[in-house]
């Protein structure tokens, strides 16, 4: 936090100047001078930091709770479960809260969901409730949906529209820094607090099932001390002063949520969307069970390679942003997909040090093809964007559904390597999208487009 920090501070004035600078011929009406947008960003991102953060504690969780219940892989994945699902549940709904309530309440509403469920964790543990985790998971997920849904478009419409995509890039950096912290700091706080295997089974049944218990019982402060940071930044939510953004024009928005699908190329998008964050989530979550059969490493030394990815994953971002300067985003991300399908077959085949390099590789060229897929799949849309943006949302419950077929394929072959014919087959949806789905279909459709720009 504090690299954000200094961040924010070095460069006040080129965002006063450069980004947060009002452009009146816009349809959009701000209030607040440019010193409170600065502010209100910096805020903002802060956010962007804590869902990244909380959702790489979930590759942590799965081993830890995977051993404290005793759980197959296929069980342990039902944390991604309750995760993606609570997306797929909350994404309208978020919105609603939105337009009702407003960007500074829907934010307010969020951080306190996000810190009801993390405190949920105290009880779950004293529990000792596999179950009653993944209901405070869930609770998290809303939580963080309805933060989504409000952080993303409010940073994009925070100043000069023009410069909102740089905005919105850059807010999401800090995701990849939360990708490349989280697993790191995790796995030192809950993941060594535990039992070897090889202690365990030497122990009693007494004597295991009291270990278990103490094991599960680690995660209870790291998650309070979450918890009580979230509240804190609640309350600075309510007591600060937040820029108010009213549209003044706007074009008008289709009568019903079916009728977007009209759009072939939304349709494509929402299944490459789909298919892209169960990969996601099929790869983060499962690395540390991955990584220590494939590479015979440490649950603790896994976390730091599973650090690594997120690093690749930020690195990868910044420099696509840069390559979509010379090259259009659709072909950028079929390419990236393409490497990733090749990549795919080595984690499966290869052994050893290799198979963790490649995996690292893999998220290098997963980094830009959330936002890419975002923005060619509600390109053009008109009066069907709003609807088209909730409905790439939703998809994102591709994460509740894939890691489960991961962990099938892995047990069921007795090679949890096997299980990368899952993300493989996600590439290639996400390479025909790039290629060919991404187009618009329609004559209308294709005078009304925007080009999504250096999205990444």
Known sequence: MNYGKTFFLCNTNYLSKKIMQPNTSKPIQQSGGNKSQVF????????????????????????????????????????????????????IPAGFIMKKYGYKSGIIIGLLSFACGAFLFIPAANAQSYAFFLVALFIIACGLTTLETAANPYVTVLGDPETGTFRLNLSQTFNGLAAALAPVIGARIILTKGYTDDQLKVMTEGAKKLALATEASSVKMPYFVLGAILVVIAIAFALTKLPKIQQTEEHPTSKNIWHAFKHKHLSWGVAAQFFYVGAQVSVFSLFILYATKSAGLTEVKAADYLGACGLAFLIGRFLGTILMRFIKPNILLGLYAVINIVLCVV?????????????IGICFFMSIMFPTIFSLGIKGLGGDTEFGSSLIIMSIVGGAILPRAFGMIGEGTGNIQNGYIVPLACFVIIAIFGFSGYKIATKADVEIAIDPGNLG
């Open 347 to 359: 984690a499966i085949t290869a052994s050893g040090m290799i198979t963790v390099y490649t995996v």
């Open 40 to 91: 209100a960003f910096a805020l903002v991102t802060t956010l962007f930091f804590l869902w990244g953060f909380a959702h790489n504690l979930d590759p942590i969780l799965i081993p830890h709770l995977k051993k404290s219940f005793t759980l197959s892989t296929v069980q342990a994945t039902l944390v991604d479960s309750a995760v993606f699902i609570a997306y797929f549940v909350m994404a």
